[in-house]
């Protein structure tokens, strides 16, 4: 498999992946495609004396953040990362992950995931190179701006990193891209995944016809409404959008309540409609919404979110599916996901492992990743029936 990477410039450094507790699966598939590309690559291009280490059978390196009885950890690496252009690869929402603490079995949260980055970040000591981490889902990314008395999490985070040595931030569909203005002198990219849902779509739902009189965008609510005009935009259909009308009188859990979602658009009457979002959390502002559009004589609904978190269970999505309230859900890989998640028939994993791969290849070559945050001619590809397994 050709990977179509023209190169124009050696590596910055030896190439390094570390995976965080509970990224394994994800980085094995990114070291897959590395080792295969730069193993072919280096035949035709590189002598092994010019670039010794250049082709690898594997990227990874190995580190572990080790606990003590009471909690406390420590990061280890598990070899020499001088010189070495460093990726680090953390899920700070995978609370599949357990350690011990006082003879019980906890749940990591994303407080625990974001101080073993850091442990890791400080084993290397400042002998790496360059440390670039890819984060999917940005830790505290929903606390990214103040209202009254209260803390600014995200930007915190983004900063302490920059002063702990990290070069690039690499996040994925990010709540609020503004976050990046925390943090102006340093790389900062936020990556859609907009291309790799279309494919996915296609690959899954072959009968899915993609224009203006059979297909829709739906936002859940005025935030998503950049994210919701691109794929209108590339997919040349109309979008349609809800607003939440709020109690604010009231603070439940933390936020005012909804009332209730308003629809703004054309008819949607007998069109498949796609609802894009960030991420589900408890997912009844989806599944409401979902309910709504189909009272309004909807065909197949299908829900593409870049993080499925469904911190509430998957219970109501099953009824949804059962009811024909929905068809398919799509989400990435790029955070955890259940065993029970995977099972369902309702559900779709996105494998976001060869896009990771491109954009780690062409920065450890100091190239630009221009043209893969922008799939224009991708999409245009697809819909051009050229589609690839």
């Not at 507790?21 to 002598?47: F, Q, T």
């Not at 252009?85 to 609370?95: G, K, M």
């Not at 949260?109 to 981490?133: C, E």
Request: glycine share 8%.
């Amino acid at each position: 498999m050709s990977d179509g990477l023209k190169l124009t410039s050696i590596p910055v450094g030896p190439l390094g992946i570390i995976a965080m507790s509970g990224c394994e699966d994800i980085a094995a598939k990114i070291n897959e495609y590395l080792v295969e590309w730069r193993g072919e690559r280096h035949i035709g291009l590189y002598n092994e004396n010019d670039l010794n280490g250049y082709s690898n059978k594997d990227y990874r390196i190995e580190a572990h953040c080790p606990r003590f009885g009471t909690g406390e950890a420590k990061g280890l690496i598990s070899q020499s990362v001088r010189g070495y252009d460093l990726f680090i690869i953390v899920d700070v929402f995978n609370h599949g992950v357990e350690y011990k603490m006082y003879g019980q079995k906890v749940p990591m949260s994303p407080d625990d995931h974001y101080q073993d980055l850091k442990r890791v970040i400080s084993a290397a000591g400042g002998k790496a190179r360059r440390i670039s981490v890819i984060m999917p889902m940005l830790y505290e990314g929903r606390q990214h701006r103040r209202s009254a008395r209260e803390s600014l999490d995200c930007a915190l985070c983004l900063q302490e990193l920059a002063n702990m040595g990290v070069d690039n931030i690499i996040t994925f569909d990010a709540h609020d891209a503004r976050v990046q203005n925390a943090v102006p002198l340093e790389g900062f990219e936020n990556v859609q995944p907009t291309y790799q849902f279309l494919k996915a779509l296609k690959k899954n739902i072959p009968d899915v016809q993609i224009d203006k009189d059979h297909l829709m965008i739906i936002s859940p609510d005025e935030g998503g409404m950049n994210r919701c005009m691109y794929y209108s935009s590339v997919l040349e259909v109309n979008l349609g959008m809800f607003y939440k009308r709020r109690d604010y009188a009231r603070i439940v859990n933390g936020r005012n309540p909804i009332v209730a979602h308003e629809f703004l658009g054309d008819s949607v009457e007998g069109k498949d409609l796609i609802i894009v979002d960030d991420m589900i959390s408890s997912g009844d502002s989806a599944l409401d919404i979902a309910e709504k559009l189909k009272a309004k004589g909807a065909g197949r609904i299908f829900i593409a979110t870049s993080f499925g978190l469904f911190c509430e269970g998957l219970e109501s999505f099953d009824k949804a599916y059962a009811d024909g309230i929905i068809d398919r859900v799509f989400t990435t890989n790029l955070i955890y996901r259940t065993p029970e998640l995977k099972q369902r028939e309702w559900y779709v994993e996105v494998d976001m492992s060869k896009y990771i791969a491109y954009i780690i290849d062409n920065i450890n070559h100091d190239m630009s990743i221009s043209d893969l945050l922008n799939p224009v001619h991708r999409i245009n590809k697809l819909l051009g029936k050229n589609f690839e397994e």
